[in-house]
């Protein structure tokens, strides 16, 4: 287990605490352009995309080396309703579905870390790397509220 990679799952999602710090609920819920997601809507696709990622990991334990097709929250019906929660109700969310991921990885067997699930992209990725994929994905997501923040 990469001790580096489980801090900042533990860690990096608690950056929305400071980036929402200050704001209110109307910057929250305005789009940047008519093509961008709002900081709550970036926060929905994290915290669904949380579920997601889990359900993945569960596939490449029980599966030998599945094909995993890249995720598109505009095609996923679950996201709509995400779309729809409160700002209390995404965070959370977000927290619930951070400790089962956390637990996930704190309790997978050493022999499981090498498992492995293909993107389509990126190709066959082990478990380890799929939790590096994760956290840059997170991260870029945080990045954008940033953006977002400071666009007001």
Same mark, same amino acid.
């Given at each position: 287990?990469?001790?580096? #990679?489980?801090?900042? =799952? ?7 605490? %400071?980036?929402?710090?200050? =704001? ?9 352009? *008519? ?10 696709? #994290? ?6 990622? #889990? ?20 095609? %996923?019906?679950?996201? +709509? ?12 969310? +977000? &927290?619930?579905?951070? =400790?089962?991921?956390? %637990?996930?990885? &704190?309790? =997978? ?8 699930? *293909? ?5 066959? +990725? ?17 990045? *954008? ?8």
């Amino acid at each position: 287990m990469n001790q580096f #990679l489980l801090i900042k =799952l533990r860690t990096q999602y608690k950056e929305i605490e %400071d980036l929402l710090a200050d =704001l209110s609920s109307e910057q929250v819920l305005k789009r940047p352009t *008519t093509d961008k997601w709002s900081i709550l809507e970036n926060m929905a696709h #994290l915290a669904r995309y949380q579920e997601v990622f #889990l359900q993945r990991l569960l596939l490449i334990l029980s599966q030998e080396n599945p094909t995993l097709e890249r995720y598109k929250a505009e095609n %996923d019906p679950s996201f +709509l309703s995400w779309q729809n929660l409160s700002q209390s109700e995404v965070i959370q969310k +977000l &927290e619930r579905s951070r =400790l089962d991921l956390i %637990d996930f990885f &704190e309790n =997978l067997p050493a022999g499981e870390w090498d498992k492995v699930g *293909t993107h389509p992209v990126l190709g066959a +990725l082990s478990i380890q790397e799929w939790m590096r994929f994760f956290l840059l994905h997170e991260s870029h997501h945080l990045y *954008t509220i940033f953006k977002n923040r400071h666009s007001y």
